[in-house]
């Protein structure tokens, strides 16, 4: 199976790897995915308290080709958003953007998860209700 | 400078060795006829080169040329050896012994004659993928017709103990069946030292077409048979009907014959590249090597890099053909049965690649390997959450993960 060279590309050139404060209170952290299924993605967010807008988005992701291009676009996208602005970030967007094939479908919905989990996160901290899980099935 | 990209999927299959598609290119042209007409010189010529074939396979495996049944492939060979001998013992038994680590074409091949009425033990492998003896014992029954057990393992390579197996086999009066497609040219298998009555085997795995492929019956000691599973002209001492696939036969002949004069001397080289390889990818941190390392085929490995995912890394080797045991790309999103069967842990077998060297791998293509797949790895690794906790000494079993 080929892949796409957007995937290609955010494979080979991944957009904000790397690794936030958990403890500082302006960083949500999602962290979904279980190493027996093969995939694992840690999303983390920061949020500049006043406005209210994500300022800086990092990855960190185990797994195929697709679960790390969907990262790496996720925090591209996330960047400069505010936080309920970045909740309308839907799965079928990233595949859409990376021409993701059915069977890779999982891995952008991975991605959503991690989103709203490290937005959740945010959330929690700053003494808000955490967000309902988006049901699915 | 090496050609790229690089084949390293030698246990899926192998090229065709220049040398046998000389011996085959005449007989689709200049000699085609059919080796069973008997009344012209056309099919003397094809049936002459066929039993030339038969005589270099027999003699490769021990065999006397009678007793090698043409198919097209192991798959069919399996089949055969199963269903045929399911059928034509049918008053003898109906349980039959196997391994949960074969090939498809066992695994289901056997799940067939269960609906049909045959009972199965599926014996599962230690850790390092060898059966044991003892647990084979205590499955024979009064009604046990055949074992069947693989001598080399396509994904780990690791090879059984055979000739126990056999000896288990002969004393309670069972047959055994061994489906030897990825040992036969690469390690010396005789029949009859080793106690097999039936076997399978295929010519695309060394250096034959694809397409053909052989199942030894055993015609003395005793005398075997199989019900055909594929009626018409009675072909094949009547246990495979259909015309005989003269080219892909005579070049599976010629490819036994030069498996048996380079065997040792080829053996002996791809080991020692393929323990190369092995060393110096274990320099890297939590690198696992999966299965027997002492009996093993000498020219596969299946290593495990953990804390990256294989189909992951394989994207990032895109210069080497290899494959992995990680299947996130199928539907059922599960790792290797394989190596599952060996009792690794589904993110081991996520983390894992086989490497499958072949008569034409050259060092250098080995040294270049070693350099791509540390890069990969050394890249994804700093991608990787995984490896970020397990540096950080966060134990990854006690995290309450979000399986999706
Ligand atoms: C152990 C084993 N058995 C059977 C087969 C099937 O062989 P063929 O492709 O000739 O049908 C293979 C190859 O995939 C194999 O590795
Ligand atoms: S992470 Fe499993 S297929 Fe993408």
Not at chain 1, 68 to 81: F, H, P, Q, R
Not at chain 2, 90 to 111: M, P, R, S, Y
Not at chain 2, 326 to 347: F, I, M, Q, R, W
Request: charged share 25%.
């Amino acid at each position: 199976m080929a892949y796409s060279t957007k995937v290609i590309d955010h494979y080979s050139n991944p957009r904000n790897i790397g690794t936030l404060d958990k403890s500082d209170p302006s960083v949500g952290t999602g962290l979904v995915g279980a190493p027996e299924c093969g995939d694992v993605m840690r999303l983390q967010i920061k949020v500049n308290d006043e406005t209210g807008m994500i300022e800086d988005a990092r990855f960190k992701t185990f797994g195929c080709g697709s679960a790390i291009a969907s990262s790496s676009l996720a925090t591209e996208w996330l960047k400069g958003k505010g936080v309920d602005e970045a909740l309308t970030i839907d799965n079928m967007d990233i595949v859409e953007e990376l021409a993701l094939p059915p069977v890779k479908i999982h891995c952008s919905v991975l991605a959503e998860d991690a989103i709203r989990s490290a937005i959740n996160d945010y959330r929690v901290k700053k003494g808000l209700e955490p967000l309902a899980d988006k049901k699915r099935y | 400078m090496v050609k790229l990209p690089i084949y390293l999927d030698n246990n899926a299959t192998t090229p065709v060795d220049p040398r046998v598609l000389e011996a085959m290119l005449p007989y689709f042209t200049e000699h085609f006829g059919n080796a069973a007409s008997r009344n012209h010189s056309f099919g003397w010529k094809a049936e002459e080169a066929v039993d030339y074939a038969r005589e270099q396979i027999a003699r490769l495996v021990g065999c006397a040329d009678k007793e090698i049944i043409f198919t097209s492939g192991a798959t069919e060979s399996n089949n055969l050896a199963i269903k045929g001998v399911y059928e034509m013992y049918a008053q003898k038994g109906n349980h039959f012994i196997t391994v949960t680590t074969e090939h498809k074409a066992i695994l289901d091949t056997c799940k067939h004659i269960e609906k049909l009425g045959a009972e199965i033990t599926y014996l599962e492998p230690d850790t390092d993928g060898l059966i044991s003896l003892k647990e084979l014992e205590n499955a024979i029954t009064d009604k046990t017709v055949m074992i069947s057990v693989m001598y080399g393992n396509n994904e780990v390579g690791v090879i059984q103990p055979i000739k126990e197996i056999s000896d288990i086999a002969r004393k309670n009066g069972i047959l055994f069946h061994t489906d030897a497609t990825q040992a036969i040219g690469k390690i010396p298998v005789d029949v009859d030292k080793d106690g097999i009555d039936l076997m399978s085997f295929s010519a695309h795995k060394m250096y034959g077409p694809k397409g053909v492929g052989a199942l030894y019956v055993r015609r003395k000691n005793p005398r075997v048979k199989v019900t055909a599973q594929m009626d018409g002209g009675g072909h094949e001492r009547g246990m495979r009907s259909g015309t005989l696939n003269v080219p892909g036969i005579v070049g599976f002949g010629k490819a036994c014959e030069i498996a048996q004069n380079e065997m040792t001397g080829e053996a002996a080289r791809l080991s020692a590249l393929r323990d190369k390889l092995e060393r110096a990818l274990m320099h890297m941190e939590e690198v696992y090597i999966n299965g027997n390392r002492e009996n093993r085929l000498p020219h596969v490995t299946n290593m495990s890099f953990k804390y990256v995912e294989g189909e992951g890394l394989i994207m990032g080797i895109k210069d080497l053909a290899v494959s992995s045991g990680s299947a996130c790309t199928s539907a059922s999103l599960e790792p290797s049965y394989v190596l599952k069967s060996l009792g690794l842990n589904d993110d081991l077998a996520h983390s894992s690649i086989r490497f499958g060297l072949g008569r034409f791998t050259t060092e250098e293509e080995i040294d270049f390997a070693i350099e791509h797949v540390k890069e990969a790895v050394t890249k994804l690794r700093e991608m990787s959450p995984l490896w970020e906790m397990f540096k950080e000494g966060i134990d990854l079993d006690k995290i309450v993960w979000q399986a999706h």
